[in-house]
């Protein structure tokens, strides 16, 4: 398709080739199997926004703990009985022509699991959630092995990239963020100790992809919260990921108690990016009520970004891709030749 659209304009990440510039957000589907093994929904789910168009698919929340998981719906890839179910979602997104991530993670506090939750100190995420237990140094340090046994898990499944969650008051951002964060050993106290948990994952996880394979990193711009990770914080956070290999940073905001401090519009969470650009040249994504074609390829000509995350948009429209081509003016883009098909003046029957 020829386009002076940048948002239908492939783009290279790493050694991975995007056909366009629109990557499905995470989003947490709670359909795995209650031992995070993934069922055929999920399959479809996928599979049916790489039919839509999407460029890059990043799957939700995957667990890389079984506490560290949401809810007992939440897929996991802690064991290597996971790889076969994650392996099947790549198949499904690569059948039509799409790359896909899988976001590693672990929900921290956050968890709402029978056995409870751990974090950095003893703190709730709100009123309403359960005190998690301290992890201990030890345990931390366990921790940064299971992401990256994960990661070489998920390298096995056939992923294209692997995106770590560091940001929605998940365990690594429970690190980053003193309010949460109140420990006294080396994961605690200044900047550079609260960011040891992510930078060590982010290096085990590097580690264990190959180079060709792009990591990418879901951190807060700013927290807008008295006790969060502030602006410059974040920008500061960004040069480290640099330097230990992230090959895209993306970039939201807040979410680390349940009260969220700023405005939320079109586009809401692209101004944080700016900071961040003058600290880092690595490529740069963001995400938030980013609905309209109009709006995405605004973002992606002047507001700083090189990818555009799409969610709650592609939930309510997986075809929203051939749609917003169309919107554009433009040919759709048909994964499947044959749909042309579909168009045109009626001939005959078959
Ligand atoms: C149903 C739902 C589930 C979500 N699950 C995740 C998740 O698993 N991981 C994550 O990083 N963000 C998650 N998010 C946040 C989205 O990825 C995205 O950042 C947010 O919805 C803002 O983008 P949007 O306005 O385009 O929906 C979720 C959002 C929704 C609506």
């Excluded at 895209?248 to 990016?273: A, C, H, R, W």
């Excluded at 003058?278 to 109009?294: E, F, K, M």
């Amino acid at each position: 398709m020829t386009t002076d659209s940048l948002l239908f304009t492939p783009y290279r990440l790493g050694g991975m080739d995007l056909k366009n510039r629109i990557v499905m957000s995470p989003m947490l589907m709670y359909q795995a199997a209650n031992d995070g093994t993934v069922t055929p929904r999920q399959v479809l789910h996928y599979g049916a926004r790489a039919l839509g168009g999407v460029g890059l698919i990043m799957t939700e929340v995957i667990a890389v703990h079984p506490q560290g998981r949401i809810s007992e719906s939440d897929i996991g890839l802690w064991s290597d009985e996971h790889i076969a179910g994650v392996r099947r979602i790549v198949d499904a997104v690569h059948a039509c022509d799409a790359k896909i991530g899988v976001q590693l993670a672990h929900s921290g506090r956050k968890a709402q699991l029978p056995g409870g939750c751990v974090a950095p100190s003893p703190i709730p995420h709100s009123e309403d959630s359960a005190t998690p237990a301290e992890l201990t140094t030890e345990e931390v340090r366990h921790l940064v092995q299971y992401y990256g046994a994960a990661a070489v898990r998920a390298d096995q499944a056939e992923v294209d990239c692997i995106q770590i969650h560091a940001a929605h008051g998940y365990l690594i951002h429970e690190f980053l963020a003193p309010m949460s964060n109140q420990r006294s050993d080396e994961y605690g106290g200044s900047l550079e100790n609260r960011a040891r948990f992510l930078l060590e994952v982010v290096r085990k996880v590097r580690e264990a992809l190959p180079a060709s394979k792009p990591l990418l990193v879901r951190f807060s711009g700013t927290d807008l919260i008295e006790g969060g990770v502030t602006a410059d914080e974040a920008a500061q956070l960004a040069k480290w990921l640099e330097a230990e290999g992230a090959d895209l940073l993306e970039v939201t905001s807040g979410n680390i108690t349940s009260l969220y401090g700023g405005d939320v519009y079109p586009g809401y969470q692209v101004k944080f990016v700016q900071d961040i650009r003058r600290q880092s040249s690595l490529p740069l994504a963001s995400v938030g009520s980013i609905h309209s074609a109009d709006l995405a390829e605004y973002l992606l000509r002047d507001g700083g970004i090189d990818l555009v995350f799409i969610g709650r948009a592609l939930l309510r429209d997986p075809f929203w891709p051939i749609h917003a081509a169309a919107d554009m003016g433009m040919e759709p883009p048909l994964p499947i030749p044959t749909y042309t098909r579909s168009t045109g003046p009626y001939h005959r029957g078959f």
